[in-house]
């Protein structure tokens, strides 16, 4: 999968008129790249399109255009792009009540480390996580990690072809797997075009 460069990108002006359409285009593409595992915790998987979007809103709304300032910002999402052979997604903890959220988070010690993908009769394949900074503690983890998960060839035609693909958690707070409708199955297999 291709990687963001400034060429991909819209100029402010151009970005504020195709703004709408590309909204509405990436709103359609992520439903089927969201995947809940339990009612509080969410996969969501990223690529060229999702960050090309998170790019383009933060220097909407960062009013960025030197060009040195673009390059930063194509540096720190770049990453969350699928290379070919992986799956990239933002985990998230979401609770609205913060009580609930911290109570939550220090429940989940390590359960970024405990996520994983099954693809048909295959072993789990456990997350990598947070390759750019640690982001738990002893007493919490926090309500958001970056996940990749590597698969091998094996299981990418596995994918590709229709074996079943589960999600799932090994924590005892978070009990949890999320089997991918065929919809969402299709989504994430592109990743390794």
Known sequence: MSKLNRTAL???????????????QVIAHKKNRRIALGAHATFYFEDFLTMKYQVQEILRTERIFDGAEIEEELEA???LI???GN????????YSDENERREALAGLVGVEHKLWLKVGDAEPVFAIANEDLERSTDEKTSAVHFLRFELDAAQI????????VVFGADHPNLPETATLTEAQQRSLAADFD
């Open 10 to 24: 819209w100029s402010l002006e151009d970005y504020a008129e195709q703004r709408p359409d590309f909204r509405a």
């Open 77 to 79: 999402y770049n990453p």
């Open 82 to 84: 699928p290379d070919g």
């Open 87 to 94: 799956l990239k997604a933002t985990f998230m903890i979401e």
């Open 157 to 164: 035609e596995a994918m590709r072809t229709g074996a079943p």
